[in-house]
C-alpha cells in the first residue's frame, strides 16, 4: 500500500517548479508557502528542500540570485528558467493523464470523487 | 540561540568539507537565513527566542541528512564536465590510433616517422597543456586533475624517464619548458600560485581528487606494456584499454558517494589493464591467458586508485582529529 510520504515523493520538484512559475522566492518562503497552500498535506522535512532546489539548479530548471535584506544579511532567491517552465509543463501533463486514469482504473467519477468498486 | 544553532551547522558543514570553502560557506549561509526566518515566525506565535530555534533545528531535519544530501547534490560534476575529465583519454587514445591506423602510408615513408611521432603526440600534448590552463583559470575544478597527472608523466618521460626503454624523441630538461612557461604565463595572469595551492588543498581535502590525479599512470602503464607489441591488434587493444580509462574518469566525474567514485577508477583500471594483459600474452604466448600477473596488475590499480590517495585521507583524518583536540 502507498503511504503518503511515497506518492508525495515524486511531486516535490514539480510542486517548487509550479511555484516558482508564479513568482521567485526563497527556501523558507517555499516551504511555508507550500505547506500553506496544501493545508499540510506537503508539509516536508525543510532541510532537504534544499537538496532540490540545488539539484535542479545544477540541472538548469533553476536560476538563483542573492538578494540583500537588511544590512549585511542576504537572502537566495530562486527563479525558473526556461527549461524549467518546459519541465513544468510536461510534468503537470503528465500528472493530469496519470491521475485521470488511475481514477478511471478505479473507478472515480469526472469530478474525480471516488466510488466505492465492491459490491 | 547562538550556540545550538552553530553546533547543527557546525555538523552540516562537517558534511560537506570537500566542496570548496566558497561554496560551503554559501550554502550555511543559506541554511542560517532559513534558520533565523522560521524561527522569528514562531516567536510571533508566543515561543520563546531558544525554544523557537530548537523547533527550527527539528524542522530543519537530521544535520547529517542534510549535510550528506547537499554534498551528494554538489559532488556529483555534470555530463559536460565528466567528458571534459575524459578528453586527455580520449586524445592520448586519438593520438595512438592515429598513428598505428590512420598513417600507414606516411609511416611507411622514409623520413615521416618521427614528424609523425611529432604530429600526433603534439596535438595530444597541446590538449593537456590547453586543460591544464582552462583548469588553472577556473581555480583547478575535479576535472582539471588528469591533465595534470598527464602533462607532468609525459614530461618525465621526454625528460628522459626510461621505462624499460628510452622514447623516440628524447630532451633532457628541456622537456619542462613549455609546462613551465605556461604555469608561468598562469601565474602572472592569475597574480599568484592560488590555483595550484587550491588544487593541493582540493586534494587533501577530498583524497579521491588525488586518485583522479594519479590514474594517468594506469593508461601511461597500458601504453609502455604495448610497446614492444607490434600486432595488427595493437592499435585496437590499446585503443580499447585507453577508452575503458576514460568511461572509469566519466563514472568517477558523474558519482556522488566515494565508494562509487573508487568503483568507477578501479574497476575501469582493472579492466583496462586487462586488455591490456591479454592482448600482450596473446603476442608473445599465441594465446590469450589471464595469468598471476592479473592479480598485480589488480594490486597495483588498488595501489595507484587506493592507497596512496588513502594515505592522504587518513593524514586528513589525523589532522582533522589533531585540531579538535586541541
Request: aromatic fraction near 12%.
Amino acid at each position: 500500500m502507498l503511504s503518503r510520504k511515497q506518492m508525495r515523493k515524486g511531486s516535490t520538484d514539480v510542486l517548487i517548479l509550479s511555484m516558482l512559475a508564479e513568482r521567485h522566492m526563497y527556501g523558507y518562503l517555499i516551504a511555508r508557502e507550500m505547506k500553506e497552500r496544501s493545508e499540510g498535506y506537503f508539509e516536508m522535512q525543510e532541510g532537504l528542500l534544499y537538496p532540490a532546489l540545488h539539484r535542479m539548479e545544477k540541472d538548469g530548471l533553476l536560476t538563483s540570485e542573492w538578494r540583500t535584506v537588511t544590512g549585511a544579511r542576504r537572502r537566495k532567491y530562486y527563479l525558473i528558467t526556461e527549461r524549467g517552465r518546459k519541465v513544468l509543463d510536461k510534468s503537470v501533463a503528465e500528472w493530469i493523464t496519470f491521475t485521470r486514469t488511475l481514477m478511471r482504473l478505479i473507478g472515480g467519477q469526472s469530478d474525480g470523487e471516488p466510488q466505492t468498486v465492491s459490491g | 540561540m547562538t550556540e545550538s544553532r552553530r553546533l547543527y551547522l557546525d555538523s552540516v558543514a562537517a558534511c560537506l568539507s570537500t566542496l570548496p570553502r566558497a561554496k560551503r560557506e554559501e550554502i550555511l549561509e543559506e541554511l542560517r537565513g532559513h534558520l533565523d526566518d522560521r524561527s522569528r515566525t514562531l516567536q510571533t506565535f508566543g515561543l520563546q527566542k531558544e525554544e523557537a530555534m530548537q523547533e527550527a533545528l527539528t524542522n530543519l531535519g537530521s544535520a547529517e541528512e542534510v549535510g550528506q544530501s547537499l554534498q551528494q547534490v554538489h559532488q556529483r560534476g555534470t555530463w559536460g564536465q565528466a567528458l571534459l575529465a575524459a578528453l586527455p583519454f580520449v586524445a592520448f587514445a586519438l593520438a595512438l590510433s592515429i598513428r598505428e591506423w590512420g598513417a600507414p602510408p606516411l609511416k611507411a615513408t622514409p623520413g615521416w616517422r618521427v614528424p609523425l611521432y611529432y604530429l600526433t603526440y603534439g596535438c595530444m600534448y597541446l590538449v593537456f597543456l590547453v586543460g591544464l590552463a582552462v583548469g588553472w583559470l577556473r581555480n583547478m575544478p575535479t576535472w582539471a586533475y588528469p591533465y595534470w597527472g598527464f602533462w607532468f608523466l609525459f614530461t618525465l618521460w621526454w625528460s628522459g624517464l626510461s621505462i624499460g626503454g628510452r622514447p623516440t624523441v628524447f630532451y633532457g630538461l628541456r622537456a619542462w619548458i613549455p609546462g613551465l612557461t605556461l604555469v608561468a604565463v598562469l601565474a602572472l595572469i592569475s597574480r599568484g600560485f592560488r590555483p595550484l595551492i587550491s588544487a593541493l588543498r582540493g586534494a587533501f581535502r577530498d583524497w579521491t581528487r588525488a586518485s583522479l590525479a594519479l590514474y594517468p599512470t594506469v593508461a601511461f602503464l597500458c601504453w609502455a606494456c604495448f610497446d614492444e607489441v607490434t600486432a595488427a591488434y595493437e592499435g585496437p587493444s590499446m585503443l580499447l584499454a585507453l577508452l575503458l580509462c576514460a568511461a572509469g574518469v566519466i563514472g568517477f566525474i558523474r558519482s556522488s558517494r566515494r565508494w562509487q567514485r573508487m568503483a568507477c577508477l578501479f574497476g575501469a583500471a582493472l579492466a583496462s589493464l586487462t586488455v591490456m594483459h591479454v592482448a600482450t600474452t596473446f603476442y608473445w604466448e599465441g594465446q590469450a591467458v589471464l595469468s598471476w600477473v592479473v592479480p598485480i596488475l589488480a594490486a597495483y590499480a588498488a595501489v595507484v586508485v587506493l592507497l596512496i590517495p588513502g594515505s592522504i585521507g587518513v593524514a586528513q583524518t589525523l589532522w582533522q582529529r589533531r585540531i579538535a583536540r586541541d
